[in-house]
């Protein structure tokens, strides 16, 4: 059974950082493509980043690349999400999704199962 199980959200200030976790069971972060999506509050939804499977490709999306970090470690079956000088408008519900190939899609539909998801508030 696969599971995906985010963590790390919270309230930070404009200017902070944070963390994200996804924890996967049940799949291989060295196969599969783990993408992180985020929900804004006016239930907008959007591609944040993604790491592909055994060929380690990252990808961001414009609004945050330069501040947010993908990374995975497989011994652990966790990827991470580092995010810093984090802004107002990245306020939402991150989610982790995964896919069964290895290469990432940027389209919700393209992902074969999600997290829970864990919400991220930051305030100016």
């Known amino acids: 059974q696969v599971q995906l199980v985010e963590s790390g959200g919270g309230l930070v200030q404009a200017g902070g950082s944070l963390r994200l976790s996804c924890e996967a069971s049940g799949l291989r972060l060295d196969y599969e493509a783990i993408g992180w999506f985020r929900q804004t509050p006016e239930l907008e939804q959007e591609g944040v980043s993604c790491?592909?499977?055994?060929?380690?490709?990252?990808d961001y999306a414009d609004s945050v690349k330069g501040r947010f970090t993908i990374s995975k470690d497989t011994a652990k079956n966790t990827v991470y999400l580092q995010m810093d000088n984090l802004k107002p408008e990245d306020t939402g519900a991150y989610y982790c999704?995964?896919?069964?190939?290895?290469?990432?899609?940027?389209?919700?539909?393209?992902?074969?199962?999600w997290g829970k998801g864990t919400q991220v508030t930051v305030s100016s």
């Open positions: 790491i592909s499977g055994y060929n380690v490709i990252t």
């Open positions: 999704a995964g896919r069964w190939q290895p290469d990432c899609r940027p389209a919700v539909h393209e992902y074969d199962y």
